[in-house]
């Protein structure tokens, strides 16, 4: 799941986004609207965690536009993330199109559980994904082959995570890369490749993530 943390306070923005890259998250950290923009216009996110008060303008107002202008990819779902507490605040964050809300200071536990459950929405499998001999854990960052665990970092499960939101779906590297690395990876190295021939051989034979030549890779669901 790759994520957007709009947040002016650097030091706030930097131990957030350390935590939730250990969670196996990819993250871009904007800490103006302008900045935020710029992202929105060159990336399709999952989740969006929105400041409302930036230097630069108002971070409601940017909810807002991702909802209907075409020039800003909008992200999957939207998470407002204030020190702005009063229920009037709140409405008008959840009215502009915010998918929930989170006052500052919280718990980083918190932040966690509402992005799993944000991730969920729409999808009714809860906190465990199964796709034939494959399952792993939301929560906890298990993964098991035909119930035998599975030793993996947290880049090799962000990107087993993704292959199992999309069973049977031919994903290309560029995808991948948007998804599950952040903007700090290179587009032209081989990280894609390298991370993704190490899950292979971690989840054994016979092998159940493929190459589709000339077009990018996909998780086999015959094995069902």
Known sequence: MRILLVEDDPDLAEITALGLRNESYAVDVAGTYADAE????????????????LPDGNGLDLVRRVSHDPDLHR???TLVLTARDAVADRVAGLDAGADDYLVKPFHFAELVARLRALGRRGDERGSTLRVGELTINLATHQAWR?????????????????FLHHPGVVLSAEELLEHVWDAHANPFTASVRVILSRLRRKLGDPPLIVTVTGVGYQLRTDHE
């Open 146 to 162: 035909a119930g035998c665990g599975l030793d993996l970092t947290a880049r090799e499960f962000s990107l087993l995570r993704y």
């Open 75 to 77: 992200p999957r779902r």
């Open 38 to 53: 710029e992202f929105l216009r060159a990336t399709p996110y999952d989740v969006a965690c929105f400041d409302l008060g």
